[in-house]
């Protein structure tokens, strides 16, 4: 039997094309929530920071598979939306992180000098502050895109028609290793085009920076 | 769901089923140890082999790096699971396809993903350290191993510590991928006690195993970070530096001068 019909490519590649769309709408949430994390920890009151401490220590320290399958027991809703979820909730902590760092290497002098002019917390924040914070995280943040493209293979374990799972259904059919063989190396393929694609631009993306 | 949460009958029901968990936890734990010792191990050769003149060396661990880093630890433990032991049989020559355990499918598995990532580490904690100090220091009289272990490898370690056990943090954390190939571990326990229940105490039971194990990595990684960007001390080292304890109180004396005047 042929395994590469155009049916199962078909089907194949819509898993790949549903990777890519939960990514896509998994860090766009999370790279929001994180940075209201992220300034809540710097700039927040007190009980506020210790929460937000406790949640990004909470998801640093369990399984991203956890979460996922926590949020498939307990939420209902189309695959996409419980995928997003469970990795908005999850990713939000690392950006977090991300963001903070982001936030404590841009100079004091810049917070200071923005207030000095009269700018508000709020505008401060939005104009002067947080447009250097995210040049400086550009690449911690795509390379984070990278682990998220990564770890979505994980909701195959809920059944969202992602990339793996797609493939794994089809290579159900398989009937001989070749064949196998020949699937894995399409995922793989697949897969490295689209991470070492990111990987490629963010480096250009640096040295640009470190030439300027 | 989740009001079920709060009922007592469903939380002694879980802790009168603790045994899978616990065997669970043994089982990531072990698969941690070994999956750590892998990464650790391959991980520092391909770093050093990234970091020689060699040029094949150089590739072969450019490619390595490359590969693993760039796709899903799922799809390669499955590659594994699903063509490893037609492949097993080709090799050895076995009538049937060779079954592998999941302890060494799942050790396997981290081992070489992180190995990629400890070699990331190591190699930039190698270049991280300039030639010059060397240089310097054999110049100064250091002899060779003298000037490895005071001054090339303390500056080293500082560099790749916090992020290698950032590393060892993610690994326990991946170790989760053997429940997608029912391999025994934390994770497939907890789904399976919720799956035959549908309590969702045994995530939240598994969430805390988990914790344990991962928050003093954590912590760990936290407190070298801290100590790596602290100023060093100067160090007394017999037949190189003068007397004990002259250095520093030299290097404190014009701060107190300052403070007087």
């Given at each position: ?11 194949i590649l819509g898993g790949f094309i549903k990777t890519i769309e939960i990514s896509v709408l998994s860090i766009?949430?999370s ?32 399984p991203n598979l956890l979460w996922i399958l ?9 695959d996409?939306?419980?995928s997003t979820?469970a990795f908005?909730?999850f990713t939000?902590?690392v ?47 795509f390379g984070q895109c990278t682990t998220v493209i990564k770890d979505s293979s994980y909701l195959s374990g809920i059944n969202v028609a992602e990339f793996m799972y797609t493939t794994n259904v089809v290579m ?8 196998v063989l020949?699937l894995y190396g399409f995922v793989f393929a697949l897969y490295f085009a689209l991470n070492f694609g990111i990987s ?13 | ?34 999956g750590?010792?892998?990464a ?23 490619v390595y790096v490359e590969f693993y880093q760039n796709t899903p630890l799922p799809v390669q433990v499955l590659f594994m699971y699903m063509a490893g ?20 499918l799942g050790a396997l598995g981290v081992g070489l993903y992180h190995a990629a990532y400890?070699?990331e ?46 590393q060892?943090?993610n690994l326990v954390k991946n170790t989760s991928v053997l429940a997608l190939v029912?391999g025994?571990d934390?994770m ?74």
């Amino acid at each position: 039997m042929e395994i590469f019909n155009a049916t199962n490519l078909v089907y194949i590649l819509g898993g790949f094309i549903k990777t890519i769309e939960i990514s896509v709408l998994s860090i766009i949430c999370s790279v929001v929530v994180g940075t209201v994390l992220a300034l809540v920890k710097s700039y927040g009151p007190r009980p506020f920071r210790w929460l937000v401490s406790a949640y990004i220590e909470l998801f640093r320290c369990t399984p991203n598979l956890l979460w996922i399958l926590f949020i498939y027991f307990t939420v209902q809703g189309i695959d996409i939306f419980i995928s997003t979820l469970a990795f908005t909730l999850f990713t939000s902590a690392v950006m977090a992180e991300i963001v903070r760092a982001g936030l404590n290497a841009v100079p004091a002098g810049q917070f200071e000098a923005a207030q000095s002019q009269g700018f508000g917390f709020f505008a401060t924040m939005r104009y002067i502050i947080l447009p250097q914070t995210f040049r400086i995280i550009t690449p911690a943040l795509f390379g984070q895109c990278t682990t998220v493209i990564k770890d979505s293979s994980y909701l195959s374990g809920i059944n969202v028609a992602e990339f793996m799972y797609t493939t794994n259904v089809v290579m159900a059919h398989a009937v001989s290793l070749d064949q196998v063989l020949m699937l894995y190396g399409f995922v793989f393929a697949l897969y490295f085009a689209l991470n070492f694609g990111i990987s490629l631009l963010v480096r250009r993306y640096q040295r640009k920076v470190a030439a300027a | 769901m989740l009001e079920g949460l709060l009922d007592p009958r469903r939380w002694t029901l879980t802790f009168e089923n603790m045994g899978p968990f616990w065997e669970g936890f043994g089982v990531t734990l072990k698969v941690v140890a070994a999956g750590l010792a892998l990464a650790l191990l391959l991980g520092t050769l391909l770093g050093v082999f990234s970091t020689t003149r060699s040029r094949i060396l150089r590739g072969i661990s450019r490619v390595y790096v490359e590969f693993y880093q760039n796709t899903p630890l799922p799809v390669q433990v499955l590659f594994m699971y699903m063509a490893g032991p037609q492949f097993l049989q080709v090799m050895t020559g076995a009538a049937q396809p060779v079954r592998i355990a999941p302890f060494a499918l799942g050790a396997l598995g981290v081992g070489l993903y992180h190995a990629a990532y400890v070699a990331e580490v190591i190699r930039t904690g190698i270049e991280a350290v300039p030639r010059g100090q060397m240089e310097a220091a054999q110049s100064q009289g250091f002899s060779r191993l003298q000037t490895y272990a005071y001054i090339v490898l303390p500056q080293t370690f500082k560099i790749i510590l916090p992020p290698l056990c950032n590393q060892a943090l993610n690994l326990v954390k991946n170790t989760s991928v053997l429940a997608l190939v029912a391999g025994g571990d934390l994770m497939y326990r907890s789904d399976n006690f919720v799956s035959l229940y549908g309590f969702l105490q045994g995530y939240i039971v598994c969430c805390l195993m988990y914790f344990i194990i991962c928050f003093p990595i954590a912590m760990l990684g936290q407190w070298l970070e801290r100590r790596s960007k602290a100023r060093p001390r100067a160090k007394v080292i017999p037949g190189v530096t003068d007397a004990a304890g002259s250095s520093p109180e030299g290097a404190v004396r014009p701060a107190t001068a300052g403070k007087e005047a």
